[in-house]
């Protein structure tokens, strides 16, 4: 066959764009016609303004879903074979009622991007960062990148922009790749603004309104003012929180340092990582116990410390991948890590071995006290990845087998997983694949 096609999903919603590309092997042809075997009913097809001479995957285009379920084909030809179109078949999912489901969902990912964001335009990144209220998990949050902070109250459904208020326009000015909720006030959320505004930005009011917390004796020598690499909140203590940076500490600091606040970021301290420590991007600082707190970054690995930061250890077999994996507490008190050589787990915090089998890039990461969940990520670069199906599951035992989880095809596995085990519905952050959920039972 002469031409690839690929598509950011194999699932979308009525209306929805999606980033189509085409790849022409072993011609020096590289032109290729498009057309729906549908007609116009199939929706349309169009050279993406975004994307139109994507070096490293040439021209991208954008596809418009009809505004009926089916399933409709695309058909493309290469200029040098016309003789050999390829059809490639595309569903048009009905959007989801809300948090009542029928027994025909169970087990099948839905799409619930937001139908007023359009992913095949700005940044690549889409839709990473989520959290859910802790009180009534029907609450969502999420951030698009460059677009702001968006919730919904009925598990998915349906969506609003919830950063309207004060500072509304410094939350869409980056990329939201970190975020956090206060257990004991679910009105109280952390997030940043990646690559737009540097700081911490801490919501009262369930996100409507915004400031930058960071006190000036952090951003006079954070780097880039505060460029936020993740923010980790206590479990045991919601007032306590450490930030890592997405850069290199300047001097008088060793290349890594963080921030720490034990009053809810009214008051900041900066802390030195280990002297051995080289500076990079995604340093993560996360909080496991009283005493027992976790370091991880693409450049140094995973080191824990059993003295809340006063000294650090290595642990040995971890690699950390650019975007760094999700952690889970199950309820044993077990710790579960993604990382690029796969899961690791730990009894106590302290001694941590890789699961066997468990894959590599492993980002998202959750548990509902039986069963583990996990999911490939990257690369996030647009379009992404071939398509692939990158969720997986096992029993939360450190001898379980994964076994891979039926999806559509995608070409960003899940960033971020999150679960609402009242429901029962399994979230996923895909980036530019937007986001989706998953009866379980």
Known sequence: MAI???????VVLPGQKILLTAKVNGKADETVTWHLQEGSAG??????????????????WVYTAPNTGGTYHIVS?????????????????????????????????KNITPSQVDLTTGDFFGMQAMALDPTDPSTVYVGRAMGGIYKSTDCGASWVKISTGRNAEAMSSG??????????????????????????FKSTNGGVDWDQILTPNIT???????????????????????????????????KVCYAETTDGGDSWKMRDGDASWQGSEGTR???????????????????????????????LGASISHGVGQLYRSKDMEFYFGTANGVMHSADGANWTTLPNSGNLIMGLIGDGKTLYISR???????????YRPYFFAAEDPSAEFSAMDSPLMRNGGAELHLDATRHFLYSTNLNAGLWRVKLK
């Open 175 to 200: 990329r939201s790749w970190t975020m956090v909720i206060d257990p004991s006030n679910p009105k109280v959320i952390y997030t940043n603004q990646g690559y737009g505004q540097s700081g911490l």
């Open 77 to 109: 030809t290469a200029r040098a074979d016309p003789e050999h179109p390829v059809s490639t078949a595309l569903v048009v999912q009905e959007p989801v009622a809300g948090c009542a489901t029928n027994s025909s969902e169970t087990g099948v990912w």
């Open 377 to 387: 990520a990257y690369p996030s670069y647009s379009p992404g990845a071939a398509p």
């Open 285 to 315: 600082f996360q909080v496991l116990n009283a005493k027992t707190w976790i370091f991880s970054s693409e450049s140094n690995g995973l080191w824990r410390s059993v003295d809340r930061g006063a000294s650090w250890q290595r642990v």
């Open 220 to 254: 006079s020598v954070a780097p880039y003012g505060g460029f936020i690499g993740a923010v980790s909140i206590d479990p045991d203590d919601a007032r306590h929180l450490l930030v890592g940076w997405h850069a290199e500490c300047p001097p008088p600091h060793p």
């Open 4 to 10: 690839e096609v690929e598509a950011t999903s194999s």
């Open 43 to 60: 929706g349309s097809i169009a050279l993406s303004s975004t994307y139109p001479d994507a070096q490293h995957t040439g021209p991208q």
